[in-house]
């Protein structure tokens, strides 16, 4: 949720769903300044709805690092923290990155912050480590293949492939997905913060809006997405474990702008599947 609206809030109670609430970009800037700001949202937002929706984690903003917000991310993160704590919440708080994060990502060992992200981005990733929360990451195979089509195999993209396509000193990748996951987690590791943990707050893959946007490749991406993530084979940089991913988005979108930006979804707003999707754990 990209901002806490209390009708969706509602609607979650006693569902079970895991939710991660985002407070608005626009709101990072009193939150960092104004510890009754904090205090308010978590008063507000959070503890009415603490004891029955699944809080997974709050997000400080989304995709704000590097950008005008980005200088308000840490303070943010402090301020809802105090907050939570001082209610006796244990919930997780960090926030959201985009991939543009890194200035660096290929070959995935080579994954690096950017100059203009990594001044916020080391701070802020020395508050999750000392907390053990996770940084959230939106992970678009399809971005990175629409962009480059001619270098990049639609296969590996949409981790269609068993065999390597992809290798990186010892390592070996099929599957973009995992590349693209890893690139971040090396960018850690050059920060010295390889212990932070990545959750991937958003991936998926439109159904229409361009050449490579159909329903048999979003139903492929979906379906092998779910199929790796839950495998427990993690990435080849963090092996052995599954990869806590949230799919984006549940429904099509007709307020966005016209094209891919309003066909990310798995339903239309009738109810009706745009396309099948395995969602058996």
Known sequence: MFDP???????????????????????????????????????????????????????????????????????????????????????????????????????????????????FMKPVAIFLAARQSPLLANVYPYLAYSGDPTHIQLDYALSRSTAPIESDGSFQYNNLFSAMLDSLYAALEKIEQSSVEVVVAGTGWPSAGDVYATKDNAQTYANNLISHVSSGHGTPRRPGKALKTYIFALFNENEKPAGTEQNYGLFYPDMTEVYHVNLTP
């Open 5 to 119: 609206n209390t009708d969706v809030l509602k609607a979650l109670e006693n569902s079970g769903i895991s939710v991660i609430l985002g407070a608005r970009n626009e709101d990072l800037q009193a939150l960092a300044s104004d510890p009754n700001f904090a205090t308010n949202w978590v008063n507000t937002n959070v503890i009415p709805h603490a004891s029955t929706v699944n809080i997974a984690y709050i997000s400080a903003g989304n995709e704000v690092i590097p950008g005008p917000y980005a200088t308000f991310v840490l303070g943010a993160l402090q301020s809802l923290d105090s907050a939570l704590k001082a209610n006796n919440l244990n919930i997780p708080v960090t926030t959201t990155a985009a991939l543009n994060v890194l200035g660096t990502s290929y070959p995935p060992s080579n994954g690096a912050f950017s100059e203009d992200s990594i001044q």
